[in-house]
């Protein structure tokens, strides 16, 4: 299971640090990913982070979001910075399931990040 | 980037009904490809991986095909709960790009 918190209404240019606490699996051991969702729109990958450590993330938030991870709380984190209007949507936390193929479940049930003044 | 394509991008179906959703993509994935389930207010969750692997605890009336660049997803037998948005996702290559989503009506 997992559980995201952080989401809230930030001014343009702040920044926020989402959580997503994991039950069940260890987070240490586990490939882990965030997907974003503008309200009313699709899904939009927005980072990842294997066991090893090595990240990935996409052009949109690059150099602004950092995925990491918490072994010792069993936690995932995306801390975003210079946050625009773009960003607002709800961010879901999902492990990446891997066996040759890659996939996301479970998923988290959202947290919401809006940006607004 | 690898650009998916759903379509259609809605569609009215009635209980009973057998629907097919497909999704083309921009260069050759091999069966790097995943679909997911989501309805209004809730998280995504996944019904197909690997292009025809079916989740443990998905029903047998979704049914996915596919290879390089061509795909469906099939759902036989529409029961109520089936009504919600579908979308594919590419685990080829980073960055792992969604289709836009096919929105699923109650006709």
């Known amino acids: 299971q997992l559980v995201e918190s952080g989401g809230d209404l930030i001014q343009p240019g702040g920044s926020l640090r989402l959580s997503c606490a994991a039950s069940?699996?260890?987070?240490?051991?586990?490939?882990m990913t965030w997907v974003r969702q503008a309200p009313g729109k699709g899904l939009e990958w927005v980072s990842l982070i294997y066991n090893g450590g090595t990240t990935y993330y996409a052009d949109s938030v690059r150099g602004r979001f950092t995925i990491s991870k918490d072994n010792s709380k069993n936690t995932l984190y995306l801390q975003m910075n210079s946050l625009r209007a773009e960003d607002t949507a709800m961010y879901f936390c999902?492990?990446?399931?891997?066996?040759?193929?890659?996939?996301?479940?479970?998923w988290g049930q959202g947290t919401l990040v809006t940006v607004s003044s | 980037d690898i650009q998916m394509t759903q379509s259609p991008s809605s569609l009215s179906a009635s209980v009973g009904d057998r629907v097919t959703i497909t999704c083309r993509t921009s260069?050759?994935?091999?069966?790097?490809l995943n679909w997911y389930q989501q309805v209004p207010g809730k998280a995504p969750k996944l019904l197909i991986y690997a292009a025809s692997r079916l989740q443990s605890g998905v029903p047998s009336r979704f049914s996915g095909t596919g290879y390089g660049t061509d795909f469906t997803l099939t759902i036989t037998s529409l029961q109520p709960e089936d009504f919600a948005t579908y979308y594919c996702?590419?685990?080829?290559?980073?960055?792992?790009?969604f289709g836009q989503g096919t929105r699923l009506d109650i006709k």
């Open positions: 999902a492990r990446v399931e891997s066996d040759s193929w890659e996939w996301f479940d479970p």
């Open positions: 996702q590419q685990s080829y290559d980073v960055p792992n790009t």
């Open positions: 260069q050759t994935i091999s069966n790097y």
């Open positions: 069940g699996f260890t987070v240490s051991r586990s490939h």
